[in-house]
Antibody, heavy 119, light 107 residues
Framework: EVQLVESGGGLVQPGGSLRLSCIASGLTFGSHWMSWVRQAPGKGLEWVATIKQDASEKYYVDSVVGRFTISRDNANNSLYLQMNNLRGEDTGVYYC????????????WGQGTLVTVSS | DIQMTQSPSTLSASVGDRVTITCRASQTISIWLAWYQQKPGQSPKLLIYKASSLETGVPTRFTGSGSGTEFTLTISSLQPEDFATYYC?????????FGQGTKVEIK
């Protein structure tokens, strides 16, 4: 059974930083493109970032470019999202997601971790 | 960025009804479209990929169709467990975008 377990969310002040983690099990992690998708409270889904299997390619939604960094550690089946200079509009549940065939779509999702940016 | 527009935003239906949700892309995306189901407090679940391919384990009452800029998700006979929010997603590029969602409510 595939499991993606996120952690690292919490309350942070505007301008602050957080590092999200996602630990994968039940899949050959190093063979999958991985992504982060977020959902603001009561709102829809927004793709945030995607990383290739060997981390040679990374893609971001425009609103986080220069502030967020996606990375991975295949030896430890782990995906990360370093979030700097956080803003109120970054508030939401952040999901780790994987794709079995290519970069998209997302066939496995974690349960999400809540990030709240507020003073 | 490619904009995805779903209609309706909310849909009231009864168990056994045939339900259709439409998703329109602001530019052509070929067949690079997926549909997800999300229930309150849960993460999204992939239903359909490549516009019409059914994800393993998804009931056959769910069907997807379309290509180019117009797509539909049809539930042939709505079941109690199908009341949820549905999202389309285009993945024609390395900047995937979602529709705003369609909430299917009990009538």
């Amino acid at each position: 059974e595939v499991q993606l377990v996120e952690s690292g969310g919490g309350l942070v002040q505007p301008g602050g930083s957080l590092r999200l983690s996602c630990i994968a099990s039940g899949l050959t992690f190093g063979s999958h493109w991985m992504s982060w998708v977020r959902q603001a409270p009561g709102k829809g889904l927004e793709w945030v970032a995607t990383i290739k299997q060997d981390a040679s390619e990374k893609y971001y939604v425009d609103s986080v470019v220069g502030r967020f960094t996606i990375s991975r550690d295949n030896a430890n089946n782990s995906l990360y999202l370093q979030m700097n200079n956080l803003r109120g509009e970054d508030t939401g549940v952040y999901y780790c997601a994987s794709a079995t065939f290519g970069e998209f779509p997302f066939d496995y999702w974690g349960q999400g971790t809540l990030v709240t940016v507020s003073s | 960025d490619i904009q995805m527009t779903q209609s309706p935003s909310t849909l009231s239906a009864s168990v056994g009804d045939r339900v259709t949700i439409t998703c329109r892309a602001s530019q052509t995306i070929s067949i690079w479209l997926a549909w997800y189901q999300q229930k309150p407090g849960q993460s999204p679940k992939l239903l359909i990929y490549k516009a019409s391919s059914l994800e393993t384990g998804v009931p056959t009452r769910f069907t997807g169709s379309g290509s180019g800029t117009e797509f539909t998700l049809t539930i042939s006979s709505l079941q109690p467990e199908d009341f949820a929010t549905y999202y389309c997603q285009q993945y024609n590029s390395y900047s995937p975008t979602f529709g705003q969602g369609t909430k299917v409510e009990i009538k």
